[in-house]
């Protein structure tokens, strides 16, 4: 994998950094749209904890044998701060809380929810990281909150088991938004994919009061949903949460995180493809008006 290699922005050329941070958003964007179809595909098989879990399993192992070679030396102290912190909210809760939200919603509409994050994150970019904090910010986030509104308006309308999934998707967003800023000062003294890793491990500690009933279900559960379960280890989580911390490395936070505003987009068409699901109405408007806040939120103030 490219991105397990660390490269130091400052004897790396520009140019050669703008080549791979693009290669690693694209393949970031890809992969994390194709999680949430491939949780929805599993979910029967899986509940929320064991899935959380056999995934992190699986990307443990898989990126532990391209992360561990390179480790010249572990976390000490204080350093285990910011790593556990966002492996218990990242890896842990937010997996947990969207596989319990994709029980409820479609895997469109859940993307679109999450899709909240971006402004979260810019947000506290600007006052944690002091990465700016400008007036179109506030004015994008009110928009695309009216849009989340509305989605969950649409969802109360249909049952209240949706209206529980909008608020762990909200839940979600939440904690990968307060993970991200987390995260970006380890990216200062470990590659990308040992940052990754840890967190991780972090993530599959927490969730080992759900390993018989993992096990339990791996054996119930036919071939197709265990090769699902395998496939989100690898590609959306080892893979995928790697390139994004490598991006992460080099690019602003909030910057990075307007990326992300491709995602439900993808994941609708992948979800359309696989699964043959389509967003309600409301989760269609509802996904406009939040793209269109997101969109104002890049708007440079004269």
């Not at 595909?41 to 899935?51: E, T």
């Not at 990281?129 to 649409?154: N, Q, T, Y």
């Not at 036919?222 to 496939?231: D, Q, R």
Request: aromatic letters at 8%; glycine letters at 10%; hydrophobic letters at 55%.
């Amino acid at each position: 994998m490219a991105t397990s290699t660390p490269i130091s922005p400052a004897t790396t050329p520009s140019r050669t950094i703008s080549k791979l941070g693009i290669a690693a958003v694209i393949v970031t964007v890809v992969l994390w749209a194709s999680a949430f179809v491939g949780i929805r595909a599993v979910g029967p098989s899986f509940s929320p904890g064991s899935l959380t879990l056999g995934r992190l399993v699986v990307a443990a192992v898989a990126l532990g044998i391209v992360a561990l070679p390179r480790l010249k030396r572990w976390p000490k102290g204080r350093e285990w701060l910011p790593i556990v912190a966002y492996g218990v909210m990242w890896f842990a809760g937010y997996n947990l809380a969207l596989n319990a939200a994709e029980h409820m919603l479609d895997a469109g509409t859940s993307a679109m929810l999450i899709n909240v994050s971006p402004i979260l994150i810019a947000v506290l970019a600007g006052v944690i990281l002091k990465e700016g904090f400008p007036r179109w910010l506030i004015i994008g986030s009110l928009v695309a909150f009216g849009g989340v509104a509305l989605i969950a308006l649409g969802s109360g309308q249909r049952s209240t088991a949706d209206v529980a999934g909008v608020l762990l998707c909200l839940l979600a967003a939440v904690l990968a938004a307060v993970s991200v800023i987390v995260q970006k000062p380890v990216l200062r003294k470990f590659s990308a994919a040992q940052a990754t890793w840890f967190g991780i491990m972090v993530g599959a500690v927490c969730c080992l009061p759900w390993a018989g009933q993992l096990v339990a279900e791996v054996q119930a559960a036919p071939l197709p949903a265990t090769l699902g379960l395998v496939y989100l280890g690898i590609f959306p989580t080892a893979i995928a949460f790697t390139t994004w911390a490598y991006a992460l490395s080099l690019i602003e936070a909030g910057k990075l995180a307007a990326t992300t505003y491709l995602v439900p987009g993808a994941t609708i068409l992948i979800s359309w493809a696989v699964l043959k699901e389509i967003p309600t109405i409301w989760g269609l408007v509802g996904g406009v008006i939040c793209l269109v806040g997101v969109g104002l939120t890049r708007r440079r103030s004269r």
